[in-house]
């Protein structure tokens, strides 16, 4: 059994930077891609990014350019340096062990 951990959310003014980390751990196959979701409340779950075990990656349209996700497969850890923050980043940010494991959640708010 898998389970994933986010952390690294919390709150930022517009224009500014955090980066989310999601850990993997138990029966954990570096094979598995991994990727991030976010949902608000009027949004249902979207992708933001996900990648490969080879380090393919695949970017939501909304965060091109600004977002950049990464993997350390020794850690069995992804990343999401996120950049240029606007308000409506403000969401839940899951991580997703594919196919079907996913993290609890954490909370990014993008706030003057």
């Known amino acids: 059994q898998v389970h994933v951990v986010e952390s690294g959310g919390g709150l930022v003014q517009p224009g500014g930077s955090l980066r989310l980390s999601c850990a993997a751990s138990?029966?954990?196959?570096?094979?598995?891609?991994m990727g991030w979701y976010r949902q608000t409340p009027r949004i249902a779950r979207e992708l933001v990014a996900d990648?490969?075990?080879?380090?393919?990656?695949n970017y939501g349209d909304s965060v091109k350019g600004r977002f950049t996700i990464s993997r350390d497969n020794v850690k069995n850890t992804i990343y999401l340096q996120m950049n240029d923050l606007k308000p409506e980043d403000t969401a839940v940010y899951y991580c997703?062990?594919?196919?079907?494991?996913w993290g609890q959640g954490t909370q990014v708010t993008v706030s003057s």
């Open positions: 997703l062990y594919y196919p079907n494991v």
């Open positions: 138990g029966s954990v196959t570096s094979i598995n891609a």
């Open positions: 990648i490969t075990s080879f380090g393919g990656t």
